[in-house]
């Protein structure tokens, strides 16, 4: 998947750019023009546990999830173009470093060729280029969900072992006693070539099944299809408005929560609105993104919308709107009278006003795999 901003950034001297608190700051106006084009960022996030290397234009929008680290890390960026953008989020239990290169990168207001960074727990970064300097943007961590560890509550190993899933070993490979073959099509069992060296024709149906993928920008419904016995759901709440010098925050984001459904089941699908900006010190709140089981009266999830963020925190972000995993938040006005930036894509916050209002924040998404 692809996503990638327009050139306008690539095109602007050095005198548009200023210094707001540390960091490089753009007018409201081209932030707005430049992110304006941003798709639709709906993508499954890919697993990373080992070196890496990016390519621009194909692997641009995608999400990476680190998790499964056994050594430190080197991920490649790919030479810089305008519009490249990657998120990065660190689920790994243990803590290695993973090391970003190639280009230079723009981090807590200081340059440098390469970039260096802890992605065990719960870290969340956003890679942005904007064709000379790699912008690299902190997303809010604290309530990343993923199933990284676990698998609907199963842990991995590298041996056999009852209710664990399998990983490979330190040689790379899966140990053979995790196997159970046959040549011929079998219940529960991995079809392998027969003595001709080719899968038996009907065992090929067992290779066909890839995941679905369902997404709700607006509110709606959705009927369990048959067969299907669990869902992931990945998605966000609405972002809340930007106020008078206060940035609206990002709404509460989940990756690939799974959950147990029965097919002809009734989801009722509810989207957080964005939240407006407003003349007042805080913009309007963000709605929740709520998933619902009319069938059972069950409410699945609730992914609240965001709230204001902090003078403290939105300072070292130069009264940014907070980013989400699936949205950036809109450009704060600076030091002149000027509203705010309105956030582009999904859950992020709007930008701060200066005198006037702050930018509207970005309404939630929900995505349904299965």
């Known amino acids: 998947m692809s996503i990638k901003y327009p050139n306008i950034l690539a095109s602007l001297p050095s005198t548009a750019f200023s210094n707001v608190s540390g960091q490089t700051a753009l007018p409201v106006s081209i932030l707005d023009q430049n992110n304006a084009a941003l798709a639709n960022p709906v993508n499954p996030p890919v697993s990373v546990n080992s070196n890496l290397t990016l390519n621009g234009v194909s692997d641009s929008g995608n999400i990476y999830e680190i998790a499964g680290l056994t050594a430190n890390i080197t991920i490649t960026l790919p030479t810089a173009a305008s519009g490249y953008n990657y998120t990065f989020i660190g689920t790994n239990a243990t803590s290695y470093t993973v090391t970003f290169s190639n280009g230079t990168l723009l981090f807590n207001g200081t340059s440098q060729s390469s970039l260096t960074l802890d992605l065990s727990g719960k870290n969340a970064y956003k890679f942005i280029c904007d064709g000379i300097y790699w912008y690299v943007n902190v997303m809010p961590s604290s309530v990343i969900s993923t199933n990284a560890a676990t698998l609907n509550g199963y842990s991995a190993s590298p041996t056999p072992t009852a209710n664990t899933i399998p990983v490979a070993g330190s040689n790379g490979q899966i140990a053979t006693g995790w196997l159970n073959a046959s040549t011929t099509p079998t219940a529960n069992q991995i079809p392998v070539a027969n003595a001709s060296g080719v899968l038996n024709v009907s065992a090929l149906t067992l ?48 990756i ?35 998933l619902t089981n009319t069938t059972t009266s069950t409410t699945l999830l609730t992914l609240t919308g965001g709230g204001a963020v902090l003078k403290s925190i939105a300072v070292s972000m130069s009264l940014f709107g907070q980013n989400s995993l699936f949205g950036l938040g809109g450009q704060g006005a600076g030091s002149s009278s000027n509203t705010g930036g309105n956030a582009v894509g999904y859950g992020a916050g709007g930008g701060e006003g200066y005198g006037q209002s702050g930018g509207n924040g970005a309404p939630g998404i929900l995505i349904i795999q299965y």
């Open 256 to 290: 690939l929560q799974s959950f147990s459904v029965t097919a002809g089941n009734s989801l009722s699908i509810t989207i957080g609105a964005g939240g407006a900006g407003s003349t007042a010190t805080i913009g309007s709140n963000g709605g929740n993104t709520i």
């Open 207 to 254: 290779l066909t099944n890839t995941r679905q993928t369902v997404v709700f920008t607006s509110n709606g419904s959705w009927t369990v299809p048959n067969g299907v016995t669990t869902i992931y759901v990945s998605g966000c709440g609405g972002g809340t408005g930007g106020g008078e010098n206060i940035p609206g925050g990002a709404g509460t984001p989940a």
